[in-house]
Each structure stands twice: as structure tokens, then as C-alpha cells.
């Protein structure tokens, strides 16, 4: 068999630099171990943590709709949604939120539209639709979803993000959600693309306000044909139009005014200024840990965003000065999702950002001054084989130390039919944290719910099982999804902390806590949206490796600042802790 030259030398290459790395991180005397050469036959030795996908024996049955099959003819019909990790019924286990769409030019027989669906938590690893009961069976091309009590009222609310119309659907306490969207004020009668959303309370006054990112103004009877233009082609390829070439949405800022509406203070904020921008996923996190919330947007082919708060109502994408809007080269990315995370326990917030194919994700290192490095080659993270989508910082063995998973998926199925080298659904990535600023590639190791191929979107994570690690949630187009059980992660130790506002929001949006292990200290902020598109567990989960003891617990309230600390903490626990009130409620983890 011919190989072609240039091709072969780069393989050799990079075979020969991965020997000289493990012959250099091998001691000398175990060179002669004929144990290392069967390793090498036999690939990457299994993880003692393993991802296995579980949705069909969990329920999960409903697949997702997601335009045409083979071909998609609009930008509409590639983009895929969110989902969500979320206990509705604050029962204490985590139940499912899945968004849906729809196909261009199609007529559904009666009942057989796909809608989003509502699974209720079994508590014993299985789902059961709810759907109907619940109220939150919509029909229609949605995007994002993010989760926020924003009344108060101690149940968490849905924001869903659509093309054409949101919907904030208000959580009755009772299983069922009613569409309030015209009475909160959120309703505007205009066709917009709603695609990633978040809740923060941005001016600290104890209620969540709404931060909505839009993506392209998309009017699908006017969309070109494929090839019409030079942003209708793809490697020479005729592919569908855009985002390049369509106008692009502009973000929205609402401010709740504490009696259950809101108000658009997009131009009055500042949020405007940017202009028009192809934005997907937003996240809020107090990044340059001033104690007030900001904003980080992924956007599509422009620079993306990042909204420091002014602390008057006000905020300045300050994106370019600190280093965070374009790729390590100064150029223009294709932003896909967020995670984030202090993933070097330095106490400032790092930026993971996904991007496109044939260009690598972005790892954005907190430089400790409120700007950002561009880390990801020198770190591990600088894949660029797939077009990806969701992500997220999580502790998969509970080591201490964050780690990154990653989904993937192409938009156009067309390529199937060429060898550009690249196909329309590809495995995940998971990339270990090693504790020194470097992360490992370790996805051939963990297990089938990884290396399986879908084109996939949104992810969200979570314990859905109770059992002290932490499980994936994953849309895939035109399929089923994915259901990502985490065995092996919980054994070592870990808390996880559930956060009730008094005097903040009762979500406790913002609310940041620090956990010390002897001289390791980690932090994280409870957010809502993040990812791609999606909704992870409100609950903060915290790897504590071999310590079977929390030296400290530290929360700082978001609204008061105030800071409450617990001491001497058992591990392996899941703690509720209410505003002013301590620990209010233990549970131990529920092992397989």
C-alpha cells in the first residue's frame, strides 16, 4: 500500500515524539520490561473511571429532531440545542430537561410534532417522560436553556431560547410550569434567535436578571441556495449559507424589577456597544474577583465578549484588552461553548472556549490581573480535528484537580462524501488535569460513552445517580442522546454543596465557595448556562482525593458579602446550606 510521503513523515513524527515522551518519563531501569512493549501493542490501558452511555435503560426514548438527515439547506437546521441537569421538584435528585426541533417544510400528522420533554428522576437510575403533565411540551426550533428561581419564590424557573419567540416558563412548585413570558414582560413581537441565555443579578440587588445572546436574524424563506455565495461553501464544497454573510442578532440585557417582570436595559447597560454579533453561549462568573458579576460570550466567526461589570448598571467589553476575544494568533474563532474554572487552584477563573474545525479550542488562562494567556497548546487542549460544541470543567475522578470533556459533531453531513479527513459525527475528549498546568489526553481510555460517534451539541453535567461523581448529559442530532454514567469516579472522596439564598437570589446565582484540603484550595461560583447552549446541576462538586475530612468550607454570599465558614467538614456528603442558617440538611452518596 502507497502512502503519500508528507503524510507518513508526520505520522512517523509524531510516533517517534510520543516514544522519546514516554521513554523520557520512563525510569531507566524498566527500559528492558517487556510488559512496556506489550503496552504499546495493546494501545492506551482502560481508566479506572469509565463513561458508559445509559439513556435507553435510564428512559430516555425521545430522540432529538434536528432538521434534515443528509442535507441541511439552512444555517437554522445545523446549529442543534442545549439541555439541562435540573431538580424541578427539589426532591433532591437531578431531573432532564431535553429542548427539540423541527424540519423545514414539514407537516406533522397530529401529536407526532417533536417537542422538548420533561424526565422526572426515578431515584434508582431510570427516567419516566412527564412531559404532558408538565406543560413544557413545545414544538419549534429551540436553542438554549438555562435555569434561575426568578421570582423567589424557591422553585427554579426555565428560560428556553428559540428561534422566533422565548418562552420563560415559571415553575408552579407542583410538576407543572406555566408559560409567563408575556406577563414578565419578556415577550417581544418580533422574530429573533434566541441561542444561549443565562440568569445573574448583575447590580446584586437579591433578584435574577436575564442575559439573552442572539444569534443570526434569520428569515428562513429568504435563505439562499447552497453554493450562492462565497460564504455558501465549505473546501470547495456547496454547503449551506452562513453565519459570515447573514446580519447578525444582537444581545439582550433585562433587569428584574422584583415583582415577577422585567425591563430591556440592553442600550442603557452598555450591552449594545458591541454591535450586532453571531453570539452562542453566555456565561456569568465574577471573573476579575472584584465581587461583582461579569459576562463571557462564545461567538461565532467575530471576536467574542467579555462584559466586566461597572458596578453602576454599566458594562465594557473589555474582551481585547485582557486577551479572551481572539484565538493565541490574534484571530478570528468560531466560538462554539464555555466552561470555566480556577482549573490551577491560582484563585482566579480560567476560560475553556470551543471552537470549529481545523482551528483548536481555547484554553484562557486567569493571569491573576483581570487579564487572560492563551494556554491551550502549551497545556494539551489544542485538538483540532473536530467542530466542537458542548463542554465543561469537571473533576471525573475526584483527584482535586478540574478536568475537561468535550463533544463534538460537524454541521454539514455532506461531507461524508469526501475525504477532507474529517466526518459528521466524531467521538468526545476528555482531557486529564494533571496538577501542574498540563492536561493529558486520555479519551481512549475512558470508556464507550466516549469513543461512541455522534454529531452532538449541547452537554450538560451532573450526579444524576447521587453517587459522588459526576455523569454527562449530551444532545445528539437527529438521534437519541446520550446518557453518560461515571463509573469508578467516586473512589475518592468528595462534597457536593447545594446553596439556598435568604438574602440573595433563592437560586444563589453568584454565590462563590472556596474548599481547603490542607494547602489546596478550590473554588467555584454557582452559574446558570454554560457549556453549549445548556444547564448544568446548580450543586457544586468539589474532588477531594485520598482527604476524608474538608478542612474548610468558605461561602460568600452574593448580595451581603458576607462569608460564612465551616470547619472540619466529613467528606463524601451532600450538604444543603441555607443563607444565615449553616448546614440545614446532609445526604450521603447512594454507591451502585
Keep these: 500500500m502507497n502512502f503519500p510521503r508528507r503524510r507518513f513523515l508526520g505520522s512517523s513524527l509524531f510516533l517517534l515524539g510520543s516514544t522519546l515522551t514516554e521513554m523520557l518519563a520512563t525510569p531507566l531501569w524498566k527500559w528492558g520490561d517487556p510488559s512496556l512493549a506489550q503496552a504499546a501493542v495493546a494501545g492506551p490501558a482502560a481508566s479506572p473511571v469509565q463513561f458508559v452511555n445509559v439513556a435507553r435503560e435510564a428512559g430516555l426514548n425521545a430522540p432529538s429532531v434536528?432538521?434534515?438527515?443528509?442535507?441541511?439547506?439552512?444555517?437554522?437546521?445545523?446549529?442543534?440545542?442545549?439541555?439541562?441537569?435540573?431538580?424541578?421538584?427539589?426532591?433532591?435528585?437531578?431531573?432532564?430537561?431535553?429542548?427539540?426541533?423541527?424540519?423545514?417544510?414539514?407537516?406533522?400528522?397530529?401529536?407526532?410534532?417533536?417537542?422538548?420533554?420533561?424526565?422526572?428522576?426515578n431515584r434508582d437510575g431510570t427516567?419516566?417522560?412527564?412531559?404532558?403533565?408538565?406543560?413544557?411540551?413545545?414544538?419549534?426550533w429551540q436553542t438554549g436553556v438555562c435555569v434561575g428561581d426568578y421570582d423567589n419564590d424557591g422553585w427554579d424557573d426555565l428560560f428556553c431560547c428559540f428561534w422566533g419567540h422565548n418562552i420563560?416558563?415559571?415553575?408552579?412548585?407542583?410538576?407543572?410550569?406555566?408559560?409567563?413570558?408575556?406577563?414578565?414582560?419578556?415577550?417581544k413581537d418580533q422574530i429573533r434567535w434566541g441561542v444561549g441565555c443565562t440568569f445573574l443579578d448583575y447590580d446584586r440587588d437579591g433578584h435574577l436578571d436575564l442575559f439573552v445572546c442572539n444569534y443570526v436574524a434569520l428569515e428562513p424563506s429568504m435563505i439562499p441556495p447552497a453554493g450562492a455565495a462565497n460564504n455558501c461553501q465549505w473546501k470547495?464544497?456547496?454547503?449551506?449559507?452562513?453565519?459570515?454573510?447573514?446580519?447578525?442578532?444582537?444581545?439582550?440585557?433585562?433587569?428584574?424589577?422584583g415583582n415577577g417582570t422585567f425591563t430591556d436595559v440592553s442600550e442603557k447597560s452598555g450591552i449594545l456597544k458591541p454591535g450586532p454579533r453571531y453570539s452562542i453561549t453566555a456565561v456569568s462568573y465574577d471573573f476579575d474577583n472584584d465581587g461583582w458579576p461579569d459576562i463571557y460570550v462564545a461567538v461565532d466567526s467575530e471576536p467574542s465578549i467579555?462584559?466586566?461589570?461597572?458596578?453602576?448598571?454599566?458594562?465594557?467589553?473589555?474582551?481585547?484588552m485582557a486577551g479572551c476575544a481572539y484565538s493565541n494568533e490574534g484571530h478570528e474563532q468560531a466560538g462554539m461553548g464555555v466552561a470555566v474554572a480556577d482549573y490551577d487552584c491560582d484563585g482566579w477563573f480560567d476560560i475553556f472556549k470551543t471552537n470549529f474545525a481545523d482551528d483548536t479550542s481555547d484554553l484562557y488562562?486567569?493571569?491573576?490581573?483581570?487579564?487572560?494567556?492563551?494556554?491551550?497548546?502549551?497545556?494539551?487542549?489544542?485538538?483540532?480535528?473536530?467542530?466542537?460544541?458542548?463542554?465543561?470543567?469537571?473533576?471525573?475522578?475526584?483527584?482535586?484537580?478540574?478536568?475537561?470533556?468535550?463533544?463534538?459533531?460537524?454541521?454539514?453531513p455532506e461531507i461524508d462524501r469526501y475525504h477532507f479527513g474529517q466526518t459528521f459525527k466524531n467521538p468526545r475528549?476528555?482531557?486529564?488535569?494533571?496538577?501542574?498546568?498540563?492536561?493529558?489526553?486520555?479519551?481512549?481510555?475512558?470508556?464507550?460513552?466516549?469513543?461512541?460517534?455522534?454529531?452532538?451539541?449541547?452537554?450538560?453535567?451532573?450526579?444524576?445517580?447521587?453517587?459522588?461523581?459526576?455523569?454527562?448529559?449530551?444532545?445528539?442530532?437527529?438521534?437519541?442522546p446520550s446518557l453518560l454514567r461515571n463509573d469508578g469516579g467516586n473512589q475518592q472522596n468528595w462534597i457536593k454543596i447545594r446553596l439556598l439564598g435568604t438574602q440573595c437570589n433563592r437560586t444563589a446565582i453568584g454565590a462563590r465557595v472556596r474548599v481547603t484540603t490542607g494547602k489546596h484550595i478550590q473554588m467555584d461560583e454557582v452559574h446558570s448556562g454554560t457549556s453549549v447552549m445548556s444547564q448544568s446541576d446548580l450543586r457544586l462538586h468539589f474532588g477531594l482525593g485520598a482527604a476524608d475530612t474538608v478542612d474548610l468550607i468558605e461561602v460568600k454570599w452574593p448580595t451581603t458579602w458576607k462569608v460564612e465558614r465551616f470547619a472540619h467538614v466529613k467528606a463524601n456528603q451532600i450538604l444543603t446550606i441555607r443563607e444565615g442558617d449553616g448546614i440545614i440538611a446532609t445526604a450521603a452518596a447512594k454507591l451502585k
Design 66 to 121: 434536528w432538521g434534515g438527515v443528509d442535507h441541511k439547506r439552512s444555517i437554522l437546521e445545523a446549529k442543534g440545542s442545549g439541555l439541562a441537569f435540573f431538580d424541578y421538584d427539589h426532591d433532591g435528585w437531578l431531573d432532564i430537561y431535553l429542548s427539540n426541533g423541527d424540519r423545514l417544510d414539514t407537516q406533522w400528522p397530529a401529536g407526532k410534532a417533536p417537542t422538548s420533554h420533561l424526565y422526572k428522576n
Design 127 to 140: 427516567f419516566t417522560d412527564v412531559t404532558e403533565k408538565s406543560g413544557l411540551g413545545v414544538t419549534g
Design 168 to 187: 420563560l416558563f415559571h415553575n408552579n412548585g407542583d410538576g407543572t410550569f406555566t408559560d409567563v413570558t408575556h406577563k414578565s414582560g419578556l415577550y
Design 236 to 257: 470547495g464544497v456547496p454547503v449551506m449559507c452562513g453565519p459570515r454573510g447573514l446580519p447578525g442578532g444582537v444581545n439582550l440585557l433585562y433587569h428584574n424589577n
Design 306 to 320: 467579555l462584559f466586566k461589570n461597572n458596578h453602576d448598571g454599566t458594562f465594557t467589553d473589555v474582551a481585547m
Design 365 to 412: 488562562h486567569g493571569n491573576g490581573d483581570g487579564t487572560y494567556t492563551d494556554v491551550a497548546f502549551s497545556a494539551g487542549v489544542a485538538n483540532n480535528r473536530y467542530v466542537a460544541w458542548g463542554c465543561g470543567f469537571i473533576d471525573y475522578d475526584n483527584d482535586g484537580w478540574k478536568d475537561i470533556l468535550q463533544v463534538n459533531g460537524h454541521v454539514y
Design 429 to 480: 475528549l476528555v482531557y486529564k488535569n494533571l496538577g501542574n498546568g498540563q492536561f493529558k489526553d486520555v479519551s481512549a481510555e475512558m470508556g464507550p460513552g466516549i469513543s461512541e460517534q455522534y454529531s452532538s451539541r449541547g452537554a450538560a453535567f451532573g450526579d444524576y445517580d447521587n453517587d459522588g461523581d459526576v455523569d454527562v448529559l449530551i444532545l445528539n442530532m437527529n438521534d437519541l
